[in-house]
């Protein structure tokens, strides 16, 4: 197991690299101006060229490109343009908000999805199945901007229950920050809950016509024992998958619900260093996405590794 995560890891390497260098001269060939951006609406080409050169944008892109993976090797990903401080603060500042709305959006449908696709799946036929399975189809099909804005308008603007917008740190009231993301968290989850229901649906559905399944009831075990222990277990690991999967979607996700619900967390502010052509932010962005997306993948398929046998023989 040791040697398949080392190497696994290993693999990632060139990975990055490629992406690197994508990410690097796509953003460079779209169109605007950093330079322009900052300068403003009157400045002269004067001013305009005194800030590429600043910049740095006046070099030829191989050399920026070689300046950039060089500081991006000892951990600097440089000066933001658009924020004026190193990219790195704007990060670790960001993550805490997104990591939250993240945790609480997995808790939350990992305990509603899983229980709803074994009901589905031991109900399988009736209408309460026809009507889990209903539910997964409007999560799917209902953009998740749509659902923010209807949850804002519902429980904060005609019932007053919850805040609207915002974000509280959990360093400063528990209640607080569990209230500014409850909203958020139903609107992320109901795409995620859809997703996994169903698959944790279809898992359990095979699982229960297989002999093991029949062999254990007619050993007089208990019903609940049968579906949680045989079914639920052997049918793990296609849910792992597409739990791992979700998760890395969800990091990608976050950026249109955070913009709805004003939450000052990467999702946010991808979409200020796009809009203002902050080329450090977006693309050390753009990588931490994907790390993100490598080591949710590695953790998914190890976690596999371990719950089903087959794959480690």
């Not at 590429?52 to 090797?73: E, V, Y």
């Not at 062999?215 to 609940?224: D, L, M, P």
Request: a positive charge.
């Amino acid at each position: 197991m040791i040697r398949y995560a080392l190497r696994r890891i290993l693999a990632t390497i060139p990975v990055f690299g490629i992406v690197a260098l994508f990410v690097f001269f796509i953003l460079r060939m779209t169109a605007g101006d950093p330079a322009s951006i900052l300068a403003g609406e009157n400045a002269t080409q004067d001013q305009i060229e005194g800030i590429r050169q600043s910049l740095g944008l006046d070099q030829p892109l191989i050399i920026q490109f070689k300046t950039w993976i060089s500081h991006m090797a000892s951990g600097d990903f440089g000066q933001s343009y658009y924020f004026k401080v190193p990219v790195t603060d704007l990060l670790i500042d960001a993550a805490w908000p997104t990591i939250s709305l993240t945790i609480t959006t997995l808790a939350f449908t990992l305990v509603v999805a899983i229980p709803l696709g074994v009901l589905a799946a031991y109900k399988r036929g009736s209408w309460l199945d026809r009507l889990i399975m209903g539910f997964s189809v409007v999560g799917f099909s209902v953009p998740a901007f749509l659902v923010g804005y209807l949850l804002i308008y519902v429980i904060s603007i005609k019932l007053k229950l919850l805040p609207v917008q915002g974000y509280k740190p959990l360093s400063d009231d528990f209640w607080l920050w569990l209230k500014h993301l409850i909203l958020p968290t139903l609107t992320v989850s109901m795409i995620y809950i859809a997703l996994i229901s169903r698959m944790t649906r279809a898992s359990v559905v095979e699982t229960l016509g297989q002999d093991y399944v029949r062999t254990a009831r007619a050993k007089g075990q208990v019903e609940w024992r049968v579906v949680v222990r045989h079914a639920l277990r052997n049918a793990a690991g296609p849910i792992i998958t597409v739990v791992g999967i979700g998760v890395a979607l969800l990091v990608g996700g976050v950026v249109i619900t955070e913009t709805v619900f004003n939450i000052p967390g990467i999702g946010r502010l991808t979409v200020d260093a796009v809009l203002g052509r902050d080329y450090p932010t977006t693309q050390a962005i753009i990588l931490l996405f994907s790390f993100i997306y490598v080591l949710v993948n590695l953790l998914t398929d190890l976690a596999c590794f371990l719950f089903d046998p087959r794959i480690r023989e």
